[in-house]
């Protein structure tokens, strides 16, 4: 018989009977067999806690379990007397158990078994004893009745609100509320003090808007006391105003209140102490008056606030230091300060500790003439006595025993026997409270016993490691050796180590290792043996395994595994493609020392692992296969289409759960058939409705098909090759399944509320393929999660039911059972769902923020307790909002936002707020249901940032010596702008000049820049400053002045000069957006950005355009870039030579003609000339408004119906050569050389062009350009 699996079991046995023997004691196993036939004292498995407070409406049940041998019997006492439960009807004891139940289903009185309780676990080795259990009925008394006067305080003074609640058991829960049960507001000006009053460290006006009531909360009963309300008449020395104390920056002085020093209200005087208990927790609380409200700090008396352990509560009033320890008794103190002055309070805490433990007293197992000792050793202040009682009797009184020495907290035994078992109780005591703890001396001569079972037989391949257990007990502790093939030599040393918990190791096993060993335990009492076989097993190997080939497609591959393994052993060969188990189809043959694939098809290819395993090892070889595809030419040459569709199919093989499937595979259309596609049809749950079934090798036309019961099938087949996949076949006939049980349970179950007060249960439903039957049906079965809880249920066809009037969020069991009328499926899986969540019930506290940067703050805050969240915790959220910029006269948006702090956290960082701004913020947690009570909202301010962008840079040249510039605030100036700075550089081309800074004042926006070149264009980079530094910046550029006419899209927002900038004729730009404006937080990195929509304005009057361009808000972070009118810097051909001589040229015949014409004038002659009518000037000379160029002056004014050219002259308004009809036809251009490219045409509008051809004719201008 092969044991493999109980191996490490019976080696840990034995092992931990080797550390036992180690240290001279016993260890009983953990063998029920053993544990049954040994005699045990009693030992205590189970009490209820020392106080013990119990709900009047429930019954009472008092715990008590213990375990021994034989199984104890239990009694009682009550208070310190012997508790007859068999009098009392009311009073009955669970079988083989302890514990009492006090039942009141018949009446009677909690309060009348009020008391201490001891229970007494006893059997024929001794007794055993819980610790005194002190029951008390917990109550909730009715508030006194009082009458509560009207309450007259001045403005400003300090006011306590009494609460005196009744005394509880336990005490109640605090809290004051108005009389429309709203909570009162509190923060570090009026709060709640540990001892339930509420305290104002000065009385305001509004706080007699409202009653104040407090209100008692007591836990067992779940009820509340409500006191009668107090209501405040605050004497005031000047009317309330809401708008004078919202204007004015101090609130006190506003209400004409004045402003004291602090004062103590709690605790009083200048000093106090305080003791407390070592473990607990110890809360220091120090409540102060004065104007304004004092701030509270903590110290402690030559040294830090102990770290890790304390929390700051209540408004930092309070200081709670968690699991007390001697170390943090010392002198702390608090001090309360504000603007007026300071004060501080010193308190001493002394701490003291009831006792605890610092060596329990432990079970001890002997054999006879063994020696041992019980210790017991406990630590308190003040120091507690150590009493020794044995069997619940002080040892003082008990018979007399030579072998037992009782040391102080030590009993030591020497030469022990039979007869000496007991239970030893300690009880280590002192004022603050007791120990007791139950340690048996159990002495035992058992001989010795092998744990294993017998006659083991263990294999091992050779050459490995292995090792042969043979566990065993006795008292006293057997000693144990190992003989081989019945041999008198002790096996130890050499290839084998024997262990002291009986295990005998090998190092290599061999050959000659095989044969019989047999393990010998010997005490006093006896010896036993067991026998171990061990076989030595040949390795596996794979003596020639599969090698890389490459093949053509459809031959016949052959992969080789040879294997040599031990023939004793079953030997198992596997094969693996692409390290997946390998689908051994009709193409394929496995054999003894191979696999062979037929037909061989590009999928084919890959990794091919052949594993020879047996039940002790395995191995494995692996090789790559490649496939070689049809080529190219003749692939070309044979066109590929999808398959034909299959045909002729047929059913055979008829059975209860299977049937085979024949069909005539279609043409392949010279693209071989990868696979088949086989799907049914039934026509009970989804008529109509195909659903795969399976899909097979494209070179097989059968199929056995695995069936459901309760199916009415119907089969059909699809091709598919490379291009895709055929048309269906026709259906084959139907074939009817007989019915069944269902085997599966619905998957899926879930268990979630959909309200606070139930369960929605739910699963994904059978199929038709599972259902096996009819009328299928679900069995809904659920319970509270405890396993003493009953199982409700329910029968629903919907795959849906709700369980209502739950708990709110509470675990339950869920089990959901397949049904139809031929049976049940098996016993389904149990989930776990939960119920419906409640919002949750406490805020987060002790909310911190300390400032990164001017856009971002760090929070840290105190998690809420789990009891108080009523659902699955979500999330923390905290909303803030921005309340006010530090700049004055700034309108701010008050929307409240939030940031999400997933998960179970206490710690995030809130980014993208403004800079130099004030914001509030609060902590809510939230659950599935929602957001809980939102905590003390939090103010702080924003540091300053930089300043985004000037709104807008606008560029005005009046003449060619000087460039206007005009710009505007900042839209968001995030702190107080401290200048501007520009820098700017002249260009020509590619060609660029050194950049010039200049500084401006905060509230200068105009500029004027001297021109040192005439000809180049300048590029302008302004920026507002803070005192934080430099903030966006906007790029602008001067027109160039020879495409005044060309109007070009609205200016780019571009970064500074890492981006290259292409001229254009922009004489004014602003920017414009058509969507609403919202607030956008700025960020750290300057930014650029594009308006959504533009406005182009052509203006005639000064032969240039301005494209005008508004903008409301420019996106962080966003960039985009523009076109401009020309994507190639232009070079000046102002300074080339031919265009000088051309120039030259055209001025010799504009002279001649001028000459021409006075001559024909001074005769009588006439040319044409256009009619005033069609005369025309813009309404409103807008040049300077617009930005255009106008080099006129008083001097030299055009004529009404003129306009000034570039080289000064007059020209008619209405000219027909007029330059800016050239610069809007939009057919002439410039090369890249300056060049003109095409003819001077001019687009105009047909009438116009018709009614003037006799003007043109003879327009000197015209005439000009006819002859260039």
Request: overall charge neutral; aromatic content about 8%.
């Amino acid at each position: 018989m092969v044991l493999h699996s109980h191996q490490l079991t019976y080696a840990g046995i034995a092992f931990a009977l080797c550390l036992h023997h180690l240290i001279s004691a016993i260890e009983v196993p953990l063998d029920s067999n053993i544990q049954s036939e040994l005699p045990q004292p009693p030992t205590i498995t189970k009490q209820s806690v020392k106080d013990y407070i119990v709900d009047p409406r429930d019954n009472i049940f008092i715990e008590c379990e213990a375990k021994g041998n034989p199984v104890p019997t239990f009694s009682w006492t009550r208070n310190g007397k012997f508790f007859n439960v068999a009098k009392d009807p009311k009073v009955s004891m669970r079988r083989r158990s302890g514990t009492l139940v006090i039942d009141f289903h018949g009446g009677g009185r909690p309060d009348d078994y009020e008391g201490e309780y001891q229970c007494f676990a006893r059997n024929d080795y001794g007794t055993a004893l819980s610790s005194k259990i002190h029951l008390q009925v917990s109550r909730s008394p009715l508030w006194p009745k009082e009458k509560v006067d009207v309450i007259e305080v001045d403005e400003g003074a300090p006011l306590s609100l009494q609460c005196n609640p009744p005394p509880g058991l336990p005490p109640p829960v605090i809290f004051w509320m108005s009389s429309s049960m709203e909570p009162i507001h509190q923060d570090k000006r009026v709060s709640q003090g540990q001892n339930g009053d509420l305290y104002f460290s000065n009385v305001m006006l509004q706080d007699a808007q409202t009653d104040y009531s407090c209100n008692a909360r007591f836990h067992f009963t779940h009820t509340i006391q409500q006191k009668n309300p107090y209501t405040l008449k605050v004497k005031t020395k000047k009317p309330h105003n809401e708008t004078s104390l919202r204007n004015h920056t101090d609130m006190y002085s506003a209400r004409g209140v004045t402003e004291t020093t602090p004062s103590f209200m709690y605790p009083y005087g200048t000093s106090s102490s305080q003791m407390v208990l070592r473990g607990v927790d110890l809360l220091l609380e120090c409540i102060a008056s004065g104007v304004p409200a004092p701030d509270i700090m903590w110290y402690k008396k030559g040294g830090e606030l102990p770290a890790g352990k304390t929390k700051l509560e209540n408004f930092n009033k309070a200081l709670r230091i968690s699991n007390v320890s001697e170390e943090d008794s010392g002198e702390y103190f608090c001090l309360a300060s504000n603007k007026m002055g300071s004060i501080r309070h010193t308190i001493s805490v002394r701490v003291k500790a009831a006792p605890y433990w610092l060596d329990e007293p432990q079970n001890l197992i002997l054999a006879p003439g063994e020696d041992g000792r019980l210790v017991c050793r406990a630590n308190g202040n003040p120091k507690p006595s150590i009493q020794w009682l044995v069997n619940g009797e002080p040892i003082e009184g008990s018979p007399p025993n030579p072998s037992r020495e009782v040391a102080g907290d030590t009993i030591v035994f020497r030469d022990t026997q039979i007869g000496s078992s007991a239970v030893y109780q300690c009880n280590a005591s002192n004022e603050h409270g007791y120990l007791l703890a139950n340690a048996f001396v159990s002495v035992l001569d058992v001989p010795p016993r092998i744990l294993a079972p017998r006659n083991q037989l263990i294999k091992v391949i050779q050459y490995n490691r292995t090792r042969l257990d043979c566990p065993f007990f006795g008292s006293p502790i057997p000693t144990l050796r190992w003989f081989k093939n019945g041999q008198g030599n002790m096996l130890d040393g050499g290839n084998y180590k024997a262990h002291e918990n009986g295990s005998l190791e090998m190092s290599m096993a061999r050959k000659e290792d095989q044969g019989i060993y047999t393990c010998v335990a010997t005490n006093i009492l006896g010896k036993v043996e067991a026998q171990v076989r061990l076989e030595v097993k040949d390795p596996t190997r794979i003596v020639r395994g599969p090698e890389d080939q490459v093949v053509k497609r459809g031959s016949m591959p052959r992969l080789h595994c040879r294997v040599k393994h031990d023939p004793t052993l079953k030997l198992t060969v596997t094969w693996l493609k692409d390290d997946a188990p390998l689908y051994i189809g009709n193409r394929m043959k496995k054999e003894d020392d191979g696999l062979t694939i037929y037909g061989v098809a590009e999928k084919d290819q890959g990794d091919y692992t052949c594993v020879a395993s047996t039940e002790l090892d395995k191995d494995s070889a692996k090789a790559y296969l490649t496939v070689l595809a049809i080529p190219a030419n003749r692939l070309r040459d044979l066109p590929k289409e999808r398959p034909d569709r299959p045909r002729d199919l047929e059913l055979s093989d008829l059975a209860e759960r299977s049937v085979k499937l024949t069909w005539i595979p279609g043409d392949d259309n010279n693209s071989p058939i990868t696979d088949y596609i086989v799907q049914f049809e039934e026509d009970r749950f989804q008529p109509g409705t195909w659903h795969n079934h399976s899909r097979y090798p494209g070179n097989v036309n059968s199929a056995l098909l695995s069936l459901s019961p309760y199916v009415n099938y119907q089969f059909r087949v699809i091709a598919v090759n490379d291009v895709g996949s055929s048309l269906p076949s026709m259906p084959s006939e139907r074939y009817q399944t007989s019915g069944a049980r269902p085997e599966i349970n619905p998957t899926g179950v879930q268990g979630a509320g959909t309200q606070k007060n139930n369960m929605e249960i739910t699963w994904t439903p059978l199929n038709a393929t599972q259902a096996y039957g009819p009328n299928l049906r679900y069995i809904v079965r659920w319970r509270r999660r405890d396993p003493r809880g009953s199982w409700y249920n329910e029968t629903v066809k919907a795959p849906r039911h709700v369980v209502w009037n739950t708990p709110i969020y509470v675990p339950y069991e869920i089990k959901v059972q397949a049904e139809n009328d031929f049976g049940r499926a098996p016993e389904p899986e149990t989930y776990i769902g939960y119920s419906g969540e409640d919002y949750p019930k406490a805020a987060p506290t002790d909310v911190r923020i300390r400032v990164l940067n001017s856009t971002a703050i760090a929070l840290t805050w105190t998690r809420v307790h789990l009891d108080t969240i009523q659902g699955q915790l979500k999330e923390y959220r905290a909303y803030f909002w921005r309340d006010s910029s530090l700049l004055k006269n700034l309108w701010v948006s008050k929307k409240r936002q939030y940031v999400s702090f997933p998960g179970d956290r206490n710690r995030g960082i809130v980014s993208r707020l403004f800079p130099y701004s004030n914001y509030k913020l609060e902590m809510v947690v939230t659950n599935g249901r929602g957001d809980g009570p939102r905590s003390e909202v939090k103010e702080f301010p924003t540091p300053e940032g930089v300043p985004s962008s000037p709104r807008y840079l606008r560029i005005r040249q009046p003449n060619l010596e000087s460039i206007n510039l005009e710009w505007d605030h900042p839209e968001h100036p995030n702190g107080v702008l401290t200048g501007y700075n520009l820098r700017y550089q002249a260009f020509n081309g590619s060609k660029t000049g050194r950049t010039l800074v200049e500084n401006f004042s905060p509230n200068q926006t105009r500029f004027t820049v001297q021109r040192t070149d005439p000809i180049s264009r300048y590029r302008f980079f302004l920026r507002a400053r803070t005192q934080v530094g430099d903030g966006e910046v906007i790029v602008e550029e001067s027109p160039a002045l020879l495409n005044e006419a060309t109007p070009t899209p609205a200016s780019t927002w571009l970064p500074p000069p890492t981006t290259e900038l292409t001229p254009a004729a922009t004489i004014a730009t602003t920017t414009t957006t058509a969507t609403p404006t919202t607030e956008t937080p700025p960020t750290e990195i300057p930014t650029t950005a594009i308006p959504t929509t533009t406005t182009t304005t052509t203006t005639t009057a000064a032969s240039t355009v301005a494209s005008t361009t508004t903008t409301a808000e420019r996106a962080a972070a966003a960039t985009t870039k523009q076109e401009l009118a020309y994507t190639k810097n232009h070079v000046d051909i102002a300074t080339q030579g031919w265009f000088i001589g051309l120039m030259c040229a055209i001025a010799l015949l504009v002279l001649i003609l001028l000459i021409v014409c006075f001559i024909k004038r001074s005769r009588g002659g006439k040319y044409p000339v256009r009619d005033n009518k069609d005369e025309h000037l813009n309404p409103e000379d807008k040049n300077v408004e617009d930005g255009s160029f106008d080099y006129s002056d008083e001097d030299n004014k055009p004529l009404p119906n003129s306009q000034t050219s570039l080289d000064g002259t007059i020209k008619q308004q209405e000219s027909d050569d007029s330059l800016v009809d050239y610069g809007e036809g939009g057919e002439g251009q410039f090369n890249e050389d300056g060049s003109f490219i095409g003819q001077y045409t001019v687009k105009k509008d047909k009438e116009e062009t018709e009614g003037n051809e006799s003007s043109e004719a003879t327009s000197p201008v015209n005439a000009i350009y006819s002859l260039a």
